[in-house]
């Protein structure tokens, strides 16, 4: 997994999608981080460990490539995140709706 700066991932994640467009696709996480890069102690032992910050870790993958970030500075990050999908999720299937109404005319 490589761990890009915040624009740097934004730009890579572009490409994924690029990539992913016609087939495929990719798998986004996002979850709390706190800075450790050791699991947590046993409870034998008494490690106090206070994080600075909030700072969240933004993975992503296609399945092959894996990239992610952390970031600090959430709107801006978010803001920047939101763009990026709504320009890259118009490749979307819609619900085929025809089949609901088959449904529930059969069951009347």
Request: charged share 30%; with cysteine.
């Amino acid at each position: 997994m490589v761990l890009l700066e915040n624009d740097s991932f934004l730009t890579e994640l572009t490409r994924l999608f690029q990539k992913c467009r016609t087939s495929g696709s990719v798998v986004i996480t996002l979850k709390k981080y706190d800075g450790r890069t050791k699991p947590v102690p046993r409870k034998g032992h008494s490690e106090s460990f206070e994080p600075a910050d909030n700072k969240c870790l933004f993975r992503a993958s296609d399945g092959k490539r894996k990239i992610s970030t952390v970031f600090v500075n959430l709107n801006s990050f978010l803001q920047a995140y939101s763009n990026l999908l709504r320009a890259h999720m118009d490749g979307l299937k819609k619900k085929d709706k025809k089949s609901k109404s088959k449904k529930t005319k059969a069951t009347q």
